[in-house]
């Protein structure tokens, strides 16, 4: 009997307990607007054009919210890429956090119910007018999470894009002019080559081989190509260009020489190391690398947009997302609000950021303007094309492994379509069911 | 108190009822039962639990994220086709050789010539310091280890400078960038980071060895080829099985070096199921069949373990004479 008894206190304990927490977590009651703290997670570094830019929108925000505490924690981009599932489906999560733009990690939380619908707010307070149409593909996700359409449960406010970065040195010491077309552009590599100098520096054991592939696609590509390949909306032909011509040509430039045979192996930090001590004239990669060669380059450099090309590969940045566990949403707002003003935008510009609504005549640095100047460009022409790596989870080493063969010339353009393409289809429908 | 009194005192008064041989078994075996307990806590919360909750989600499909969808057996028939997880064990085959029987042998080889050879013919510390710098390579961390050995064989790595120096520089290669030389690179650095361990405890097996063996044997006119085989190798049996053991463990679960190296490429050459199985659960999010890989693994380094300690306990009884 004593046992009995024990047994439902234990049991009404426990119901408490439960009781208990449950109203002090989960439960969204829908008004929050007295909360006196901001949880924020994010993880730019401090003196990145984003850290600098947000360390600003803090101190503006706790101006405009006075009584308010900001908690900022600095996080990992792992820590967050690996476990944000769990991060912010507990009641210790932030109440605003960067997080990874792309099916699959925004799309996939979205889907699952634990971000929040931003979209009022993105009506309500103008976020809509302030981006693209390509910037906001990321910003967007279905019922099912894939990206380009459905409900806001992101807000970005950097983009960034593949461009070529050009070694002015070396291109006046050998004669080479900037070109602006893809026939200057081989001309230009020729030149190079027949002097001995390997034109374009490559890493083939991570993401610049890929980019590269998918920059010459781009170059036979139109928006509905870009649609069919990241958005599903219509089945892609591997063997066809412009995915085919892509390949080939990607071949092509390894059996001349324009890309070195022996960088299967290399990665981006030694394509980017090799580019800053002068061993390379070109590399074609994103915008990240831009404050870098800033900082840390001696000889002359500039960039040129990938001659010929309308699209590029590129996007937003990542995004602000706020979960739906959050217990300060209408701050969480504000906050996003404020990093979309003028004066965090053109902070983020002048720092080496790419912004996405920034006044370029407000960039004092000629240099970073014309970084900004050609973003602009590129989106206003809604000439944003994502990575090649984004359709489908694990798409990344595929696509490594695949041009990992067409550098060390184990693999023909046509093998590599046949390796990277079965994924992609098995991806495809595991996302849609297609 | 008098010394008799003392005596008395220490003296039952009667001789107390003895338990039964079977009730005194019961006891000491519930004592047993205490001891072990904290253990069992410990190995149900570390290894039990996470291993059924693993066996569960193989049956599952799931994302990591909401609910897993019972799917029974499918991904285990996913995986009976799937080409990459056959590579990865056609690959593990040969880290078993370079984990394992190349450090084990070249191992005993290395142990007898310093303990027999240097360790005689020059000062023991000789012998010590050069067992020291054949482990080395166990105390680095081995991602430290894969980093190193990365900037080494990459295409103008110190290796490529060393053939250009020695005037073979027409074999200069991009040795993790090409599918045919990558595993050999792979095993050549995992036979650099694994022979310290055989060596080491080899060397220690030697030292219990009756040194009177190798006087008799020397005196009977054997030579060290001689005394290798018919004292060395018989005598330290019992260490061979355990590092045979320990090092098929390690090569069947190996993963850090890989990761650091090549990350399972160029085109899957250098893929392991331990990295598969990361590459599925974290980049593909496929927890379910990521699992089911993890399962079949661990199933398989429970089967290797169990036919070794089997083997092991066989030679024992054998050399007992039972």
């Known amino acids: 009997m004593q046992r009995f008894r024990r047994l439902v206190a ?99 939380l979205s889907s699952q119910g634990l971000l929040s619908d931003l979209s009022a707010e993105a009506d309500k307070r103008g976020w809509a007018g302030k981006l693209s149409p390509s910037l906001q593909t990321t910003a967007r996700y279905s019922d099912k999470g894939v990206m380009g359409s459905g409900k806001w449960f992101g807000v970005p406010n950097y983009g960034e894009y593949v461009t070529v970065y050009y070694n002015k040195d070396l291109f006046e010491r050998n004669g080479v002019k900037v070109p602006t077309t893809m026939a200057d552009m081989t001309a230009a590599m020729d030149t190079f080559v027949s002097k001995g100098i390997t034109p374009l520096g490559m890493a083939g054991a991570e993401y610049p081989a890929g980019q590269l ?64 001590g002068g061993k390379v004239p070109m590399i074609v990669s994103g915008s990240w690398w831009y404050g870098r060669f800033k900082t840390e380059m001696k000889a002359n450099w500039d960039t040129f947009l990938f001659p010929g090309n309308t699209l590029q590969a590129g996007s937003s940045g990542n995004l602000w997302v706020v ?94 379509l046949d390796s990277i393409a079965k994924p992609y289809a098995e991806g495809v429908k595991e996302i849609t069911g297609k | 108190m008098a010394v008799s009194e003392t005596l008395a005192a220490a003296q039952p008064a009667a ?4 338990p039964s041989p079977g009730r005194r078994r019961r006891g000491r075996n519930a004592a047993y039962w205490l001891y072990l307990l904290p253990g069992a806590v410990l190995f149900i919360l570390v290894i039990g639990a996470p291993l059924v909750g693993t066996l569960y989600l193989s049956l599952t499909k799931w994302s990591g994220i909401g609910d897993p969808r019972w799917v029974g057996l499918d991904n285990y028939q996913q995986l009976l086709h799937d080409d990459v997880f056959w590579a990865s064990f056609r690959n593990t085959v040969w880290m078993l050789v370079a984990m394992v029987v190349v450090p084990t042998l070249l191992g005993l080889l290395l142990a007898a010539v310093l303990f027999d050879v240097i360790g005689r013919r020059f000062k023991p510390r000789t012998a010590a310091a050069l067992r020291a710098a054949f482990y080395l390579p166990q105390v680095l961390p081995v991602v430290v280890a894969g980093i190193v050995w990365g ?172």
């Open chain 1, 10 to 108: 234990a049991l009404a304990l426990a119901a408490t307990a439960t009781t208990t927490v449950a109203a002090c977590g989960g439960g969204d009651s829908g008004d929050d607007s007295d909360a006196k703290v901001l949880k924020l997670w994010h993880y730019e570094s401090e003196t990145s054009a984003m850290g600098v830019g947000w360390n600003r929108a803090i101190e503006i925000f706790k101006s405009e919210h006075p009584g308010v505490e900001v908690r900022f924690e600095r996080k990992a981009f792992e820590q967050i890429q690996q476990n944000a599932g769990m991060i912010i489906n507990s009641s210790e999560g932030p109440d605003i956090m960067e997080y990874n733009k792309g099916n699959a990690t925004a799309g996939l």
């Open chain 1, 213 to 276: 592939f998918y920059q010459l696609a781009l170059s036979k590509a139109d928006r509905q190509f870009v649609d069919n390949y990241q958005l599903y909306k219509n089945p892609v032909d591997f063997k066809a260009d412009p995915l085919k011509y892509g390949a080939a040509t990607f071949a092509d430039w390894v059996s001349k020489g324009y890309v070195a045979k022996d960088s299967a192996s290399l990665k981006a930090e030694d394509m980017g190391t090799a580019f800053i």
């Open chain 1, 323 to 416: 979960p739906e566990n959050s217990k300060a949403k209408s701050l969480a707002y504000d906050f996003i609000d404020i990093t979309l003003r003028p004066e965090i935008q053109d902070l983020i510009g002048n720092n080496g950021g790419v912004p996405v609504a920034a006044d370029a005549s407000k960039i004092t640095d000629p240099k970073d303007r014309k970084l900004i100047e050609d973003f602009n460009t590129v989106s206003k022409q809604d000439g944003l094309a994502f990575y090649p790596d984004w359709p489908v989870p694990g798409y990344y080493d595929v696509l490594v492994g695949g041009f990992q063969g067409l550098i060390n010339g184990s693999k023909s353009p046509d093998q590599v």
């Open chain 2, 15 to 18: 001789t107390p009822p003895q």
């Open chain 2, 151 to 322: 900037w080494i064989l990459r295409p103008d790595g110190a290796f490529n400078s060393l053939l250009d120096a020695v005037g073979l520089g027409a074999l200069r290669h991009d040795w993790l960038g090409d599918p045919d030389t990558a595993l050999p690179a792979v095993m050549a650095v995992m036979i650099w980071v694994q022979i310290g361990y055989p060596v080491v405890v080899f060397m220690a097996a030697l030292q219990r060895v009756d040194p009177e063996l190798y006087e008799a044997a020397e005196v009977d006119g054997a030579n060290w080829v001689h005394r290798f085989r018919a004292i060395t190798l018989p005598q330290i049996r019992p260490e061979t099985f355990v590092v045979a053991l320990t090092c098929t463990i390690a090569a069947l679960k190996v993963f850090g070096p890989i990761f650091a190296l090549t990350r399972g490429g160029p085109e899957n050459a250098t893929n392991v199921p331990s990295y598969f199985a990361y590459y599925t659960f974290f980049k593909k999010l496929q927890v379910g069949y990521g699992s089911a890989i993890s399962t079949v693994l661990t199933l398989i380094i429970v089967v290797v373990a169990v036919v070794f300690i089997w083997m092991q306990a066989r030679s024992e009884r054998r050399d007992r004479g039972i």
